[in-house]
């Protein structure tokens, strides 16, 4: 297959027949979707009918109502009051995150479009659209695969420098067209080395002072696998460049709902145990994620805290704390374990009046919630349920968003102590 894509001319050939196809799939929407179907009632128009749509909370996914999962477009509306305050003053439409694309009318105005499902859909207002009293918005969700609609846990509303209204609730919905799943394109860069080359290898004639990797998903099902594959590249990068074991950063995934259970957290700890590599550190973001976007939204804090570890390892900045706690040793003190810890900073903290996401386990592997408690810069972790405890697990599920921080505001690792077997499969 790598010899295939050497072939310039097919790899134009591929990316022409691949965009016609999809040019196709829109074209037909368009034209079988109900909702343009009538010129003088389309249904982003502010006075239209719509008292025989159905109802369906947002934020939501239609997939949990009567349609199902259905591919194509998807309308909604909902009527809000705005107060007089308001009025003629610069305002945003706030609609989260949309699954995959939408179009947002208000008072039969277009103001916005996003043509994929990652970017915030946020639009300004033009001035003296919004108008005192009722007022009409719509959207226009297009959904070519998967599940479509407004992302859990993020804002929905209408803001400005005083005022917000909320967009919750319920809004009226109807389905525009239902279409076939869109055949998802030819991922060339995708193909076993597209990305290196494409991306890597033209930068190797440049001197570099040390890389950066922001760690995707795509790896999160091979955990078993992922140390050895991740320093295999690190010390390839290195072989290249010629410039010895430069240092290497990256980040920790973000809690996120993945479909299978553990695997994000199994894939956090390989990437805790990556630190043994020669000159890498790591940024942690489990206090900086969302657990039902995959792309979360801040960045900010993800590059500053690997500017840390790049001031203190890489520029020599003295007297900076660079990382939160990292696991480091276990000792059974009875019916305890106490964990130690390198990176404490100035010490351990609790961002709440408990530590959470521990669990404990005896020697027949069953993990229980455990009580942890801050002792100096130890933490001693243990469970009525377990007497004889052999083994614990700290943010050890896919979404576990823990408080234990040292007293510099970084969060600790995933970890464990064991090496068990890891079920990342539902049990029957």
Known sequence: ETEMFKDNSLIEKIEVNDNARQMAWYKLLRQVDEGYKNPKNYWYNENLNDSNWAT???????????LGFVNGVVWFRKK????????DKPSKLILGRIVDADSAFINGEFVGTIGYQYPPS??????????????????????NSGTGGFVLDKQYAIINEDTSINLDGDWKYKLGAEMPEMVSQTFIRWKPIGLYNSMIAPLHNYKIKGAIWYQGENNVFEHEMYRNIFETMISNWRDEWCQGDFPFYYVQ????NYSKP???????????????????????????????????????????RLSLW????????????????????MKIEGDKIRISFDYVGSGLMSKGDTLTDFTIAGKNQQFYPAEA??????ILVSSNDVKNPVAVRFAFANADEPNLFNKEGLPASTFRTDNWEIITEDKD
């Open 262 to 304: 553990l695997v994000g957290a199994a894939l956090r700890d390989a990437q805790r145990e990556s630190l043994e590599i020669k000159n890498v550190g790591m940024a942690v973001t489990l206090d900086i994620g969302n657990p039902e976007d995959i792309h979360p939204k801040n960045k900010f804090d993800v590059g500053k």
């Open 56 to 66: 369906m909370k947002v934020p939501g996914y239609w997939a949990d109502t009567e």
């Open 373 to 378: 408690v801050i002792d100096g810069n130890t």
């Open 80 to 87: 809000i009051n705005i107060p007089s305050s308001m009025v």
């Open 253 to 256: 995934l973000a809690p996120y």
């Open 310 to 329: 790049a001031l203190a390892k890489t520029y020599g900045k003295g007297n900076i704390v660079f990382s939160g706690p990292i696991y480091k040793s």
């Open 122 to 143: 946020r639009f300004d207002i033009p001035s003296g659209l919004l108008k005192e009293g009722e007022n009409t918005i719509v959207v226009r969700i297009i959904n």
